[in-house]
């Protein structure tokens, strides 16, 4: 290993978004509205899925776990990128970036496990209906959110043991806006190439495997439909199509950002912003604004505010 003058490096610096200040301003201003957005519509989802008898069902247990896993992936990384853009020196402690990377993995492969466990639901309920209550019961959905978190967390410390007692000791600028776990091992004074690669196989393909697992199991459900009723299939579109939106915003960056992630390229930053800042963001708005059970029940819920207020 080849020290640097003996030097070690006890921070990193995040280039985040180079530019004037006007642009600075604009991002900051933009980001913050993005984020408050996403905490509000996510803690919405769960307050109206917790309260509404309407909503108690397998679906919406599963989407109220996946509002909050979205909003702490969103703050895992957004508060500190929104507070970086009004600093000049964007530094991060050394034991900061690894505590970030941890929970970004974390959060990031529960999800990954969940939207699995959200197609199998869909795949239940338009295929199997007359047995939907009797095989998406709760215990089955205890389950699916215990195996989701168990496999993220694995998922992050198989990464995280290897990569805490990396030395570093030279280069500690990331050209990113948050601690990326491919960037982080590059600036490793030592060989990575067997971490490089195991990076890839347990980031990269597993987002790229679950990916098309997902689009597979959703086009089992479509012919499934067609083939039993043609009238059905575009109820089912109508069903799915909200999934695999939210399933191509999730997975598509991941696999961008870490499948090729030793590979930098323009767009890097872009992709980062996409998969921890707007996708967040849109999934409360493609579950609302798409489902009319989740409307009445925000038009009840409205309604009953009115009606206490009038009251009081």
């Known amino acids: 290993m080849d020290l640097k003058n003996g030097s070690v490096v006890t921070e990193f610096i995040l280039l985040g978004f180079s530019g004037q200040w006007e642009l600075q301003i604009f991002f900051f201003a933009t980001f913050s509205l993005i984020y408050s957005a996403t905490m509000l519509g996510n803690i919405l989802i769960m307050v109206i899925v917790t309260i509404s008898s309407n909503l108690h069902s397998p679906m919406y247990f599963l989407l109220g776990n996946l509002s909050f896993l979205d909003m702490c992936l969103s703050t895992v990384t957004t508060p500190r990128m929104i507070t970086d853009l009004l600093n000049e020196h964007k530094t991060i402690s050394i034991w900061g970036c690894m505590t970030q990377m941890f929970f970004m993995h974390l959060f ?8 699995i466990a959200m197609a199998f639901d869909r795949y239940v309920a338009i295929c199997k209906p007359l047995h939907y209550r009797t095989i998406m019961n709760q215990r089955l959905l205890s389950g699916f959110v215990i195996f989701s978190w168990t496999i993220g967390f694995v998922h992050t410390m198989s990464q995280m ?4 007692n990396l030395p570093f000791c030279g280069p500690n600028v990331i050209d990113n806006i948050f601690c990326d776990l491919p960037l982080v091992i590059k600036l490793a004074c030592t060989d990575t190439y067997t971490l490089e ?21 959703y086009t089992v459900i479509l012919i499934t439909v067609q083939q039993r009723s043609s009238g059905g299939l575009s109820k089912a579109l109508s069903t799915l199509s909200a999934h695999i939106i939210v399933v191509t915003l999730f997975f598509g960056p991941c696999i961008f950002i870490y499948a090729w992630p030793f ?15 707007i996708t967040p963001l849109l999934n409360p708005i493609i579950y609302t604004l798409r489902n009319q059970k989740m409307q009445g029940a925000m038009r009840k819920l409205q309604f009953q ?5 009038q009251n009081f």
């Open 263 to 277: 590979n930098s390229f323009a767009g890097n930053k872009v992709l980062a912003v996409f998969y921890t800042v």
């Open 161 to 164: 043991v290897l990569t805490v």
């Open 108 to 115: 990031g492969g529960a999800e990954a496990t969940l939207l």
């Open 197 to 217: 690669f195991f990076v890839i196989a347990d980031s990269g393909l597993l987002s790229f495997i679950c990916f098309i697992l997902l689009l597979v199991s």
């Open 305 to 309: 505010h009115v009606i206490s207020t």
